[in-house]
């Protein structure tokens, strides 16, 4: 009889495929690692009866490392580094699974890796491959590829077995002696070198901190640095809107101004005293439409992660750990995935079927199945996993706390991905009153569809009374608002972890580790709410290298990396190639780096001075506490300062025209100033850069003679369809303006084909 090893990359998965293959009969026994059990076997493998022992690792068991004689920091030239031989060892806690390894492999003539089937995964096979080949030479080599741990997948799994892919152990492979290789360099520069001018803050031993550096981390670690200083940099500017309010049918109905706002008093003034001269309100138009809202698409990781983060109140990490677990136990399919649209192939019905026993969204799923399953498919796909979907039933008697939570909420987006969109109706009143627009917008909802069952989104009615087309109205009141433009808010994970998505800085299965390793180094804090903060010591390190000419906190340079490492994946580039072409681009900026060190130094002093000067510190970390380098207020209520300190100035520009703030709610957003008034304030567009055409200014009063020459020589034209001689109107209301004369049409403001022209006479 053939004997096959089998290995899992945690003890659950083993166990799991141990159960469905053996159909619960297998027998337990002890491994070197009291974590790793050894579970054995009979069934079928490749048309025969084989005899299967299944056991697993932990994760890596081997990483990159430097030769001995490269660990003193002191003494070796760190630029030596970049190019100084390193070994791929067992790590030392890993070194009891390595021995259960050899000792399985020498009594079997298959290896079967059964790791997670992503990169990391494929790389950890690598790893179980070489332990055993180093203790049996001829053992042959297989790889299982599934999604999820139930009886059709492992069985499939097992009965199509295939061979491990050497191009995406290759990309890891590279990626790890890259991370290495550059890490350590800085690491170790920035490290020493911080340590040496700043020792009463960092220590000048072994066990003193360590100012690490990681090409994922300091991109990370640049989001929220960049967001930060773009709040710190923010002139907040005043602006002013127009808007119409009107009671009706016992409803109070707010219509918007169709510029949504403008940045000068005086532009606001003088069109709200024309909208007083109308008079009357005109209903130009009511539209009435089918309004949907989206069911969500399939769950990949980055989703998962960030609804973790803003619906359940967990971290990202805390989540995938969760996610892991459920995955471990056969409750959720694959946790880590790129994918957001389910595969033709996938009967999803059974899948649904099972949830019909709960007593919280068994009713709904009952109706997804006579109205049919049907999943909105997103559009990315890694050919590799389906997006995350419950595999079995649960409830809470079975699942208790965040593996609770968790679950729910893969079951919930699941329901609601194979449901029906959310339908309404919308009714939208476009109002007139002299040349300026409004609109107001109500909306009924028809049938909740998914959201009956996805209680993490809202939808709800906003009632509007009636209005018929060509109405006229007085009865209203016209109101200037006033407001000011409000920065962006401070990053949460969720939107950290959108930025690393979008931008290529790791993968769907690193975001949450990078993110807590510059928690874990005091890079940045998490305040209250769950908005991110750089510490003292995370803006400092930013703005040295910045200094420098380098920006190693953008992301440029590691999602290069990401690309290449795709390349090496799909046999575009070989590793080497990539290994050279990293590693001479990261040197070049290290000799540099090393050379203009100081400015690292003179940059963190910087905001050790501005602390000094704002009265002491508080929190860099997740709970706050402690004075620099940790920050001024980074973490959770530590003592000193509200915040962290101002970065030194730089020029500041206009802020951007959008604004995420309670009074910015359209998409229009107009610019304007006074010396830049429009000669058609017809369209609601931003201003043009090029100034508007000033009037020429009359000639000295003396010169009266000249004065009236001009006036009657002068015809200013308004902008209609077709154009005609603009009037002259003075300004009546109250203030600096009062008296003041201006051109505009000369159509009546009854009139629906009168135009926006305004110019100062």
């Known amino acids: 009889m053939k004997r096959a090893l089998f290995v899992a990359e945690k003890n659950d998965v083993a166990k799991g495929v141990a159960s469905i293959l053996s159909n619960g009969t297998s027998n337990r026994k002890e491994g070197r690692s009291k974590f790793n059990k050894i579970y054995t076997l009979n069934t079928e493998l490749f048309g025969q009866r084989t005899a299967v022992s299944v056991t697993s690792v932990s994760g890596h068991m081997m990483n990159f490392q430097f ?87 492992i069985t499939r799994a097992a009965q199509n077995l295939i061979r491990l892919d050497e ?44 100012i690490s550096y990681g090409s994922c981390q300091f991109p990370t670690l640049g989001f929220v640095t960049d967001r930060y200083k773009l709040i710190e940099n923010f002139i907040s500017e005043p602006f002013w809107k127009l808007s119409v309010e009107h009671s009706r049918e016992g409803h109070k109905v707010e219509f918007l101004w169709d510029r949504n706002r403008l940045f000068d008093r005086e532009v606001v003034d003088i069109l709200h005293d024309e909208c ?30 960030k609804l973790g983060i803003s619906k359940l109140r967990m971290s ?56 049919g399953v049907n999943p909105r498919n997103g559009r990315k796909s890694d050919e590799a996993h389906p997006p995350i979907h419950p595999l079995t039933f649960a409830d809470k008697s079975q699942l208790h706390g965040d593996d609770w939570k968790v679950y729910e909420l893969v079951v919930r987006h699941f329901l609601a991905c194979v449901s029906q969109d959310a339908q309404g109706e919308e009714t939208m009143v476009n109002l007139r009153i002299g040349s300026e627009k409004f609109h107001s917008s109500g909306l009924r909802i028809r049938d909740m569809g998914y959201l009956k069952v996805y209680v993490y989104e809202k939808w709800g009615n906003r009632l509007l009374p009636t209005y018929n087309q060509g109405e006229r109205f007085s009865d209203y009141q016209l109101k200037i608002g006033d407001g000011k433009t409000q920065p962006p808010d401070l990053l949460t994970e969720a939107d950290l972890i959108a930025l690393m998505d979008k931008f290529g800085i790791g993968t ?46 953008k992301p440029d340079l590691r999602a290069n990396l990401e690309i290449q490492l795709n390349e090496i994946c799909n046999g575009r580039r070989q590793k080497q190639d990539v290994l050279d072409e990293q590693i001479g ?5 290290f000799v540099e780096s090393e050379r203009n060190i100081e400015v690292l130094s003179q940059s963190l002093q910087r905001y050790l001075n501005k602390n000094q000067q704002i009265g002491g510190g508080g929190g860099g970390g997740n709970g706050g506490g402690g004075g620099p380098p940790r920050g001024p207020g980074g ?32 998409e229009n957003d107009t610019i304007v100033t006074l010396s830049e008034v429009l000669s058609n304030l017809k369209n609601p567009k931003p201003a043009r850069k090029s100034r508007a055409k000033k009037s020429v200014p009359k000639a000295d009063a003396s010169k009266k003679g000249q004065e009236n020459e001009f006036e009657e020589e002068e015809e200013v034209m308004c902008t209609c369809a077709e154009p005609m001689k603009a009037i002259i109107k003075i300004v009546q209301k109250e203030g600096p303006n009062k008296g003041k004369k201006f051109y505009t049409c000369s159509l009546p403001y009854t009139s629906s084909d009168k135009c926006n022209f305004f110019k100062w006479v």
């Open 67 to 153: 030769h001995e004689n490269m660990s003193n920091w002191q003494t070796t030239s760190m630029v030596e580094l970049f190019e100084a031989p390193v070994r791929h060892v067992v790590m030392p806690d890993m070194k009891l699974i390595e021995q259960t390894l050899r000792e399985e492999a020498q009594r079997h003539d298959l290896l079967v890796v059964w790791t997670d089937c992503d990169r990391e995964g494929e790389a950890i096979g690598a790893e179980i491959v070489k332990v055993c080949r180093e203790s049996n030479r001829r053992i042959d080599i297989f790889r299982a590829r599934f999604s999820e741990i139930t009886k059709t997948a």
């Open 508 to 553: 769907d299965a690193t975001h949450a580790e990078h993110i807590e390793k510059i928690k874990s180094r005091e890079y940045i804090g998490v305040k209250p709410d769950g908005k991110l903060i750089p510490s003292f010591l995370g803006l400092a390190l930013v703005d040295g290298y910045d200094d420098m000419g380098f920006a190693m906190s």
């Open 585 to 589: 681009k990261y040197k070049t900026i």
């Open 167 to 210: 191009r995406t152990v290759a990309a890891v492979d590279c990626r790890s002696e890259l991370d290495l290789r550059i890490g350590s360099a800085f690491t170790r520069l920035q490290t020493l070198h911080l340590r040496n001018r700043f020792r009463d803050l960092l220590g000048q031993n072994e066990n003193s901190k360590i």
């Open 635 to 666: 973490g959770g209520g530590g003592g000193g300062s509200k915040g962290p300190p101002k970065p030194p100035p730089k020029p500041r520009g206009r802020p951007s025209n959008k604004s995420p703030t309670e009074d910015d709610d359209q």
């Open 276 to 305: 007083k001269e109308a008079k009357e309100a005109h209903v130009e138009k009511v539209t009435k439409k089918p309004k949907s809202k989206w069911r969500p698409q399939g769950l990949d990781t980055v989703e998962l992660e």
């Open 316 to 371: 990202a990490k805390q989540t995938m750990q969760v996610a892991e677990k459920l995955y471990s136990k056969g409750f959720i399919s694959y946790p880590r995935t790129e994918t957001n649209k389910f595969p033709a192939g996938l009967n999803l019905t059974p899948l649904v079927e099972q949830q019909t026993h709960s007593n919280i969204w068994g009713d709904f799923a009952t109706e997804v199945l006579q109205s």
